[in-house]
């Protein structure tokens, strides 16, 4: 409360706290203020909310196990000792981390909230694999980046499609870039062991090596991003995903491209 007195009467005048605010416009400060923007730019920019129970979840897994990858190369960086393998692993983690850059900005652009239960699983297992990779030699954590790589490449692919079937196109270009970015990941790491006399072991325990991967595109002959469609379409089922390997693999591709 704030008491004036009047210059004619010499009386006492008492503005109640609210009608001191309305004489003196600082109530207008509210409409400039952090919060009014924050909502006014989120409903002005195409704003949504996805009724896709699958494509929530796989935004929110993505979002978090990206932290999760960028963990696990900060281990894998420190603990090889060659400099360009150093150089070239904390490339990956930094593509991580824009990666989940990418992800909360289309989670934020559909109201997709962040997965708390996601981002404490991811945090803890990012850290452990992170101080693994200082005890387990050399060839294990390019064994099993190339693996988690393999299996990530489909999940942005798979969130493209499940946008398409909403009718979504917008982020097509930004998905298929990042679904391929992760295969650059997974053939970074499958070229620096293929060599390596443990693959054939592994690949016979984990399901992953030379020409047996999770996904089934090809760099070699790439589907531009209209056709890539054909990427993924398996539901992980592994008979499935080798039989797209074959056809995309090798005769498509050769017909095709
Ligand atoms: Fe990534
Ligand atoms: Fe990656």
Known sequence: MRVLQNQNSGELVRFHFC??????????LFFNSKIVHKYAARYSQNYMKLSHPALTDLMQRAYSFEKAAAFAYQGHAGAVKDREEKRAIKQIETDEWNHRKEVLALMNQYDVPISKNYEVRAHIIGKVISAGC????????????????????????????????????????????????????????????????????????????????????????????????????????????????????????????
């Not at 589907?223 to 592994?238: F, H, L």
């Open 134 to 257: 200082y005890v387990i030699g050399w060839f294990m954590p390019f064994y099993f980046a190339g693996r988690l790589e393999s299996g990530n490449v489909c999940e942005y692919f798979r969130m493209k499609q499940y946008f398409n079937s909403l009718g979504i196109t917008e982020h097509d270009q930004l998905l298929y870039d990042m679904g391929i970015k992760e295969k650059e990941h997974e053939v970074y790491f499958l070229e620096g062991i293929r060599n390596n006399k443990l693959l054939p072991l592994f690949q016979k325990w984990f399901g992953w090596g030379d020409d047996e991967s999770f996904n089934n595109i090809n760099l070699d002959h790439k589907y531009p991003v209209e056709e890539s469609g054909v990427y993924c379409q398996a539901n992980q089922a592994s008979d499935d995903i080798k039989a797209l390997n074959l056809k995309t693999y090798t005769a498509e591709d050769q017909l095709a491209k």
């Open 19 to 28: 009608a001191y605010q309305l004489k003196y416009p600082y109530f207008l």
